[in-house]
Nanobody, 122 residues
Framework: QVQLVESGGGLVQAGGSLRLSCAAS????????MGWFRQAPGKEREFVAV????????NYADSVKGRFTILRDNAKNTVTLQMNSLKPEDTGVYYC???????????????WGQGTQVTVSS
């Protein structure tokens, strides 16, 4: 069982930065792939980024490549999403998720956080 709690969302102007954090409970955090997803108003949830158990392997949605960075600290049971050069289209609720198997499909993730709102103004 893994419980996830996101933090760090807020309101930022276009071009600005935010850092999201996800704190995980449980002693087996290092066994899980960790993903970030987002959902904009009126749109379906979409994949943002994923990181492997070790942190050595990452994958990003094309829309955020070069702007977002996903990192994890297994000693602290945390995963972060550094978001730079933010655009209004990055607005949405951002969710942290955990799964034992690599996937970028949200429907396949086993554990989810409650989400944190990110709003980027133009």
């Amino acid at each position: 069982q893994v419980q996830l709690v996101e933090s760090g969302g807020g309101l930022v102007q276009a071009g600005g930065s935010l850092r999201l954090s996800c704190a995980a409970s449980g002693r087996t955090f290092s066994r899980y792939y960790m993903g970030w997803f987002r959902q904009a108003p009126g749109k379906e949830r979409e994949f943002v980024a994923v990181i492997s158990w070790s942190g050595r392997s990452t994958n990003y949605a094309d829309s955020v490549k070069g702007r977002f960075t996903i990192l994890r600290d297994n000693a602290k049971n945390t995963v972060t999403l550094q978001m730079n050069s933010l655009k209004p289209e990055d607005t949405g609720v951002y969710y942290c998720a955990a799964n034992e198997i690599y996937t970028i499909r949200g429907s396949e993730y086993k554990y989810w956080g409650q989400g944190t709102q990110v709003t980027v103004s133009s």
